[in-house]
């Protein structure tokens, strides 16, 4: 084969390996999408075959790593098969661990080279769907939700929006209500749901109006949110993840503390059966380690217990405060009102009365978990930069560090701060300021992988928390980041001017016996270390 033959073949090779993506994707969603139903043989049929497909298209295109995930579902698929085609807890888990390898996998190019992320990201998932009347504004927030990894269409009129709900239908839709002109936007949703076989989940917006009247309207018609004023890239994600599709992308976690153990497989049977995981305790007295271990989104409690009642564990549970926000629900054959309002008085949310129909108990879970997830969401990020905030960043660190014992894996942490940030405000104004911090938020989401962990730790200052990397791969992660950085150009009062940053690294040593925050003290020094030395530098403790 000649050069140019050579040449023509590997980009043919590479233009197809493409399709691979838009196979995995599929997958994912058939995943994901179950998520949200119920687990019936069509499910099972419809992941079985994107699976098989998956594996023959990586095969063809000498995609290994899909390849290998492909062949993996189909084995859990068999194996699920094999149990009268019921879900358990340990295959939901293995399928969900390979939903999230596959979203992390890596194409493999001809010529050796990994797609550039944005490429991967971009073909991740579903698109979102933005119809703003200020279409510069549109493309702009495009931009910007790229960078958080989201991909976003723009709809230019009222026939765009048509022809892409009739191509493909997006995760949301972002619909300003005088989209085209006043008050068009409730119109188009309007037509779009009485069309549509499943709601689409919309947000609507308006950079002005917003009485009682227009909410009225939006609601009727679905809207699951209203944004109002200036549209930001953060505020998009945070209503995206918070009211729209709270924790779709990982099954929800059930603790189920009950001594009966028919009982329990039974509530265990009926919530697999809704793709959600669970975990039993009959010693309820272990229930506390089972919350730290299992970190559940939901606890169901029996009332009568011999070691410790329901509502003792459940007061118990709410004396710990990072469990003060996890829902309680009792499943209990107590019939006395009396009594069930007193055992909720001691910190539970909900009581079902057995026998419990299982799509009540399916839906009650669902609900809960939706509105805990959305909660919590909201609460551990920052709202400026949409990252985790100081405490949330904390209490991962725990986590992480706990984790990376129990597995013996490496971690790493990073402080960073931007360098002379003071000057930047006074020169070119804090809102400025507040756009650099923004902009640096941005390019940490978009260089940084999604097992990895970004919290804003105060005004310029950010903790990364680095799973599976050493202080010397940390570190070179931080400087690419630093070199990207330094070359953001930013519009102030008087021309262009640019920021860079200092960093700290710190390689824990989750085997001595530390505390976990002990490591960001670390990483702080060597960030003061980074400072001393003239800044725009990374240094290792
Ligand atoms: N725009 C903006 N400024 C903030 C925010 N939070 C803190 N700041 C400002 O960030 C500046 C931090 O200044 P210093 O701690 O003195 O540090 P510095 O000027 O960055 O200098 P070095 O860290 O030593 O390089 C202060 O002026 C704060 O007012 C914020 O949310 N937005």
Same mark, same amino acid.
């Given at each position: ?131 703003? $009347?200020? @279409?510069? =504004?549109?493309? +702009?927030? %495009?931009?910007? !939700? ?9 709809? &230019? ?101 009950? $001594?009966? @153990?028919? =009982?329990?497989? +039974?509530? %265990?049977?009926? !919530? ?9 305790? &009959? ?113 991962? !660190? ?144």
């Amino acid at each position: 084969m000649t050069h140019a033959q050579q040449d023509v073949a590997t980009r043919l090779k590479n233009h197809f390996s493409v399709r691979v993506i838009n196979e995995a994707h599929y997958m994912a969603e058939c995943w994901h999408d179950s998520q949200r139903a119920t687990w019936t043989p069509d499910t099972a049929r419809n992941l079985q075959q994107a699976a098989g497909r998956l594996q023959r298209y990586a095969e063809r295109y000498e995609q290994r790593e899909h390849q290998e995930i492909a062949a993996q579902v189909l084995q859990v698929m068999q194996q699920v098969a094999s149990d009268q085609g019921r879900l358990t807890t340990a295959t939901i888990e293995v399928l969900d661990l390979l939903m999230q390898r596959l979203c992390e996998a890596r194409l493999q190019l001809a010529s050796d080279q990994a797609m550039p992320d944005a490429e991967q990201v971009r073909t991740r998932s579903k698109p979102l769907y933005l119809a703003l $009347d200020d @279409r510069g =504004q549109a493309e +702009l927030l %495009a931009t910007q !939700l790229a960078f958080y990894g989201m991909q976003a269409q723009v709809l &230019h009129d009222a026939a765009g929006l048509r022809e892409a709900f009739g191509k493909r239908y997006p995760l949301a839709l972002i619909m300003d209500v005088d989209f085209v002109a006043e008050g068009q936007g409730l119109v188009l949703v309007a037509e779009v749901q009485s069309r549509a076989e499943a709601r689409v989940p919309v947000v609507f917006f308006s950079s002005d109006r917003a009485d009682a009247m227009i909410r009225l309207a939006a609601v009727r018609i679905g809207g699951e949110a209203f944004l109002q004023g200036e549209l930001e890239a953060p505020a998009i994600l945070e209503v995206i993840e918070t009211t729209v599709v709270p924790g779709m992308r990982e099954p929800s976690r059930v603790l189920v503390v009950d $001594d009966s @153990r028919a =009982q329990s497989m +039974l509530t %265990a049977r009926v !919530l697999n059966s809704a793709v959600i995981m669970t975990r039993t305790v &009959h010693n309820p007295t272990l229930a506390l380690r089972e919350l730290d271990e299992f970190n559940p989104d939901l606890v169901i409690l029996d009332m009568y217990m011999p070691e410790c009642s329901g509502p003792e564990l459940a007061r118990m549970i709410r004396q710990c405060d990072r469990f003060d926000s996890i829902p309680i629900i009792y499943q209990s054959a107590e019939e006395d009102l009396d009594k069930q309002l007193w055992a909720m008085q001691q910190g539970a949310d909900d009581f079902l009365t057995k026998p419990v129909r299982p799509n009540v108990l399916i839906a009650t879970v669902r609900n809960r978990v939706a509105r805990a997830r959305g909660l919590k969401a909201r609460m551990v990020r920052d709202s400026l930069t949409g990252l985790y905030n100081h405490t949330h960043i904390q209490q991962l !660190l725990e986590e992480s560090h706990e984790r990376a014992r129990r597995l013996s894996r490496r971690l790493s942490v990073v402080m960073l701060d931007i360098d002379h940030f003071k000057q930047v405000n006074d020169t070119h104004g804090h809102p400025l300021g507040d756009r650099v911090i923004k902009s640096l938020a941005m390019l940490l989401k978009q260089r940084l992988r999604k097992s990895d962990m970004i919290g804003r730790y105060g005004g310029e200052e950010f903790v990364l928390i680095l799973p599976d990397a050493d202080g010397i791969q940390a570190a070179a992660v931080v400087n690419e980041l630093l070199e990207r950085f330094r070359h953001m150009d930013f519009q102030g009062v008087s021309g262009a001017f640019s920021c860079s940053f200092s960093a700290g690294v710190a390689e824990c040593r989750p085997d001595q016996d530390q505390p976990a925050l002990d490591w960001i003290t670390l990483a702080d020094q060597a960030l003061y270390s980074a400072k001393s030395r003239g800044r725009n530098q990374v240094v290792i403790a």
